[in-house]
């Protein structure tokens, strides 16, 4: 059974860094286009970044030079490292993954229609 786990989130002070771990059992994170995902109470589901099977990496505007994605094929698993934290950036981040499109349209789309989800860890950042 192909599942996905994160894990990591935590409260942090602003300017803080914290590093989330998606754990993915069932498939291969190499063959697979793996997004992380944010959505804060009352807004939308946003894209944070994304890593095509080709190792591409893409990322927001908002996070870009602060985030780092890394995948780790020999532990099936896929890492988000934050850093420089805003208050801006608390949210419910979740790990998806799928394998029919590049990461531009998952980030376009936010996600929809993704295959795999995770249930999400929680970042909060406080001022």
């Known amino acids: 059974q192909s599942q996905i786990a994160e894990s990591g989130g935590a409260l942090v002070h602003a300017g803080g860094s914290l590093t989330l771990s998606c754990a993915v059992s069932?498939?291969?994170?190499?063959?697979?286009?793996i997004g992380w995902f944010r959505q804060a109470p009352g807004k939308e589901r946003e894209g944070v970044s994304c890593?095509?099977?080709?190792?591409?990496?893409l990322y927001a505007d908002s996070v870009q030079g602060r985030f780092i994605m890394s995948r780790y094929n020999a532990n099936n698993t896929v890492n988000l490292e934050m850093n420089s934290l805003k208050p801006d950036d608390t949210a419910t981040y979740y790990c998806?993954?799928?394998?029919?499109?590049?990461?531009?349209?998952?980030?376009?789309?936010?996600?929809?229609?993704?295959?795999?989800w995770g249930k999400g860890t929680q970042v909060t950042v406080a001022s």
């Open positions: 998806a993954a799928d394998r029919v499109h590049i990461c531009s349209t998952y980030m376009e789309r936010k996600g929809r229609g993704m295959d795999y």
């Open positions: 069932g498939f291969p994170v190499a063959d697979y286009s």
């Open positions: 890593i095509q099977p080709s190792g591409k990496l």
